[in-house]
């Protein structure tokens, strides 16, 4: 996955753009139902709720990702840190929620998939 120590990594030996386009040429559609953030959350030691692991690593909380057309879901109260486990009621809530997304999402969804 293109995050951290391993962008870093590739971005010294000038790999880090060729490596971001391998994955964007190799997005396969039919992953997208099988990824962990479609059905996982992680909770960190401070209660802040995450859409997968990677989403953690790079601080990219749940509930930050507010679409224009919002459809009544559960967001952040102050918008950018993201929701904690005391923001939410009843597991079903989380479900509302927009799935915080990135680049380093291909990396799940490049090939046969990674979750």
Same mark, same amino acid.
């Given at each position: $996955?293109?995050?951290? &120590?391993?962008? !870093?990594?590739?971005? &010294? &030996?000038?790999?880090? +753009?060729?490596? $971001?386009?391998?994955? @964007? &040429?190799?997005?396969?559609?039919? #992953? ?7 059905? #996982?959350?992680?909770? *960190?030691?401070? *209660? =802040? @709720? ?6 953690q690593q790079l601080g990219l909380g749940a509930g930050t990702y507010i679409p224009e057309d919002t459809k009544g879901g559960l967001?952040? =109260? !102050?918008?950018? =840190?993201?929701?904690?486990?005391? !923001?939410?009621? =009843?597991?079903?809530?989380?479900? +509302?929620?927009?799935?915080? @997304? ?6 799940? #969804?490049? *090939? $046969?998939?990674?979750?």
């Amino acid at each position: $996955m293109p995050i951290k &120590r391993f962008a !870093d990594f590739l971005h &010294r &030996r000038g790999e880090l +753009q060729e490596y $971001m386009e391998l994955l @964007v &040429r190799n997005f396969n559609p039919g #992953t997208v139902h099988g990824v962990m953030c479609n059905n #996982t959350i992680n909770v *960190g030691w401070d *209660g =802040k @709720v995450f859409d997968c692991d990677f989403n953690q690593q790079l601080g990219l909380g749940a509930g930050t990702y507010i679409p224009e057309d919002t459809k009544g879901g559960l967001y952040a =109260k !102050d918008g950018s =840190k993201g929701l904690t486990i005391f !923001d939410i009621e =009843k597991a079903s809530d989380i479900l +509302q929620t927009e799935i915080v @997304v990135d680049s380093h999402c291909f990396g799940c #969804t490049a *090939g $046969m998939g990674s979750s």
